[in-house]
């Protein structure tokens, strides 16, 4: 087995065709080929129903496409961990941070932050949240940033880790504007309709917080979950086309919503939660990475929010 065989058949699925995918490999077609066929023997079974056009999998081929999409994630998310220890530094402060948080608040944070404490350097590993706090206890990053509301607490012993609260921000409901600047939908919905409903993906932090608001309105919102992911950025971008209505963090469509392309789905103050932006480490006794600058930033951000634990 050799890894670029599964590559090659990720392609070939996806594609459809040997010629486009073995254009995309840069290999020729024949060599590309022998790759699959190379696979198939292994495998012991046909993996490409090679009778039909455009090309499809068997049932077979089916079963290891999924397998073979996480053997490959699976490896570039170890080269990845393994690199980031060869490579870390003193002065490379390593920040874990669910994906909700990294498209569109820690940019901006950062920059401010440079703004006021000078130049840092840093990596930022994107993650759900749960994995992100893995990082966090497994001793792979300096610091983690997260989304707090207390129906929702983060299981982090603060005996071990340490808190500094950076602020506050509203997860509320979003659809494209109209022409007139209004929602396509809005809640809550019509007696009896049915409004499409772009959803966070089960065990999701955004989506348990969204359970929330649904479960303290007086009235049905009437949500038919049509979609549902756990990136905040693939529903803003389902959101912008129409496609339905769904719950957002405010800074993730500041400039969506000035530009028009976006709109609140409910009255300000409606359908909607404030959560709190902490930022933790572990404590510099219990640390097994106490660098220089991450703890010269440390002491800068605790100084700014006088709200620490």
Known sequence: METKWLEDFVSLAETRSFSRSAQLRHVTQPAFSRRIQALEAWAGVDLVDRSSYPTRLTGAGETLLAQAVEILGNLQSTRNMLRSHQSAS?????????????????????????????????????????????????????????YHHASQPLQLDPERYQMASLGHETLA????????????????????????????????????????????????????????????????????????????????????VKAGTLARAAAAGEYELSMELRIYRERPEQSRRNKPAALALWDFLSDMAPRTA
């Open 173 to 256: 409901a979003y659809a494209k504007a109209g022409p007139q600047g209004e929602p396509l939908f809005r809640l809550p919905g019509h007696p009896g309709q049915k409004i499409p409903f772009l959803s966070y993906a089960g065990g999701a932090y955004l989506g348990r917080l969204v359970e929330l608001i649904a479960k303290e309105s007086a009235t049905p919102l009437n949500l038919d979950a049509i979609y549902e992911t756990d990136m905040a950025e693939s529903l803003k971008a389902m959101a912008m086309e129409g496609h339905g209505l769904t719950f957002l963090p405010a800074s993730s469509v500041k400039k969506e």
């Open 90 to 146: 003193q002065d490379m402060i390593e920040f874990a941070v669910p994906h909700s948080l990294a498209f569109s608040f820690f940019p901006h944070w950062l920059m401010e932050l440079r703004q006021r404490f000078g130049a840092l350097k840093s990596r930022l590993n994107a993650l759900n949240v749960h994995d992100a706090m893995l990082q966090l206890s497994e001793g792979n990053c300096d610091l983690l940033i997260v």
